[in-house]
């Protein structure tokens, strides 16, 4: 799988806010108090971020950086060796 950086972690933060968001429109239908709803909702954002970038680390491990071309050795200057 050929991601760019940080991809599934910003999908994850996103989820989270979302289900952040959901969870503190759920709690205040349930008749939740509006500070227990928010402390929740902050639980479970930082829980789901959390989770994204564990996914993140995970599907990346092996991840290695293309290797760089090998470039030619310098040439030897003849004029150099014949002054030596």
Do not use: C, K
């Amino acid at each position: 799988m050929n991601l760019r950086p940080l991809t599934v972690a910003r999908i994850g933060v996103y989820t989270a806010a979302a289900v952040a968001v959901m969870s503190i429109w759920l709690g205040q239908r349930a008749g939740a108090s509006l500070d227990y709803a928010l402390l929740r909702g902050v639980f479970v954002f930082v829980v789901f971020t959390a989770l994204g970038f564990g996914a993140e680390a995970i599907l990346t491990v092996d991840w290695q950086r293309p290797e760089q071309p090998a470039s030619a050795p310098p040439a030897a200057d003849s004029a150099h060796d014949e002054q030596v």
